[in-house]
Each structure stands twice: as C-alpha cells, then as structure tokens.
T-cell receptor, first 117, second 117 residues
Framework: AQKVTQAQTEISVVEKEDVTLDCVYETRDTTYYLFWYKQPPSGELVFLIRRNSFDEQNEISGRYSWNFQKSTSSFNFTITASQVVDSAVYFCALSAHLTGGYQKVTFGTGTKLQVIP | DSGVTQTPKHLITATGQRVTLRCSPRSGDLSVYWYQQSLDQGLQFLIQYYNGEERAKGNILERFSAQQFPDLHSELNLSSLELGDSALYFC????????????????FGPGTRLLVL
C-alpha cells in the first residue's frame, strides 16, 4: 500500500514568517520518488522538487528547503520568510514503479497556505 | 508561461459522450503526462507517453485512452462520460532524457476543465 499524508489542511501565517508543510508517506518499495507541487489560486500546477529514495540530502532553493528523512518517512517543505505570492495549495506526492509498466503515484490531499500581508 | 498548451480550456458535455483533450508540450520535450484533478479523487496521475510510446500508466480508466503523435502533441480521449469524470485535466511535459516516468522536472499546462452534465 502506498499513502501520502498531509495532515495540515490549512495554514495561515503572517508575511515574513517561516512555515513548514508536513508530508508523511508510506510505501513498501525501496526505490521511490517524492515530489512537491504548488497550485496557486490561478489553478495551474507548478513542479517544485523531486527526490529519490536514495538521496537523503536536504535541498535548499532560495527561500524553499526540503527535509527528507527516511527514518520517519517524512519529506517536509519549509518556506523561509514567507511572501504573499507563496499563498497556494501545496501537494506532496510519492511515485514508485509497479510491474507491467504501471506507475503508482499517490498525491496527498494538499495543504492550503495563506500568507497574510 | 510554462510553454505547454492545452485545448480547449473549458468543455461542457453530457453523460455518455466522448471528448478529446489536446496537449502540446514544450518545444523539445519528449515526455507528456496526463493528470486528473477532481473534488472527489484529488490529484491523480493518468498516463505518460515518451516519444510516441506509452511509458507509464497510472489510474487511467478503461474508458480513457491517450496517444502521442509524431509531432509529440498528445491527445486524451474520454468516452462514455460520467458525471464523476468532471474534473480539471492537466497535461505536463518534460525533457524525457531519463526516459523514466515522473522523474524529471515537469512543466504543466493550464489545464482543461471538463464538466459533464
């Protein structure tokens, strides 16, 4: 079974605050990929990051950082010094190969982040 | 602008009908992915094509089919439509160098909003 849990349904922060979006996953596969996507109010999807299961290095991209911990099956996303433009729904996802060319991709239910000016 | 185009933007049809959604990937991208986003099911990966061939299959129903043409544009065909097929359908593209599904940075189109009445 494969599962992605984003327990935080909605988060509100004041601009310039740091915020962490949690993502906990379950999989029996040893090789898998984790992703974060952003969906602003305009509705389009934006790919943010992918991480494979063998690479536990944390990653930083500008104000964004990701903390991958296999020991706790978590792939958390932190926005530093949040801005109003960060207001969006953020999705975490997990993918793994199945036999027969199938790809099991599971998305979390999303966390809606509202950054208040 | 991601460089991925999708037509039409909106589509209203009736149950039992068939529709075709079209996606043009970014110039040079070989992989095309289709996703569905609905209120009931959330985000789901449907299928991926790479350079004209099906590469990975997700939660795609048998009533749905897709193909990628020699010019690399892709079409998603939805038939025998049901009310539950109402959703936002996203197409994404990626370079495709790795040839693997959902392992690269993906660029999303604006989506086609389908309403089945």
């Amino acid at each position: 079974a494969q599962k992605v849990t984003q327990a935080q349904t909605e988060i509100s922060v004041v601009e310039k605050e740091d915020v962490t979006l949690d993502c906990v996953y379950e999989t029996r596969d040893t090789t898998y990929y984790l992703f974060w996507y952003k969906q602003p109010p305009s509705g389009e999807l934006v790919f943010l990051i992918r991480r494979n299961s063998f690479d536990e290095q944390n990653e930083i991209s500008g104000r964004y950082s990701w903390n991958f911990q296999k020991s706790t099956s978590s792939f958390n996303f932190t926005i530093t010094a949040s801005q109003v433009v960060d207001s969006a729904v953020y999705f975490c996802a997990l993918s793994a190969h199945l036999t027969g060319g199938y790809q099991k991709v599971t998305f979390g239910t999303g966390t809606k982040l509202q950054v208040i000016p | 602008d991601s460089g991925v185009t999708q037509t039409p933007k909106h589509l209203i049809t009736a149950t039992g009908q068939r529709v075709t959604l079209r996606c043009s990937p970014r110039s040079g991208d070989l992989s095309v992915y289709w996703y569905q986003q609905s209120l009931d099911q959330g985000l789901q990966f449907l299928i991926q094509y790479y350079n004209g061939e099906e590469r990975a299959k997700g939660n795609i129903l048998e009533r749905f089919s897709a193909q990628q043409f020699p010019d690399l544009h892709s079409e998603l065909n939805l038939s025998s439509l049901e009310l539950g097929d109402s959703a936002l359908y996203f197409c994404a593209s990626s370079v495709g160098k790795s040839g693997g599904p959902i392992q690269e940075t993906q660029y999303f189109g604006p989506g086609t909003r389908l309403l089945v009445l």
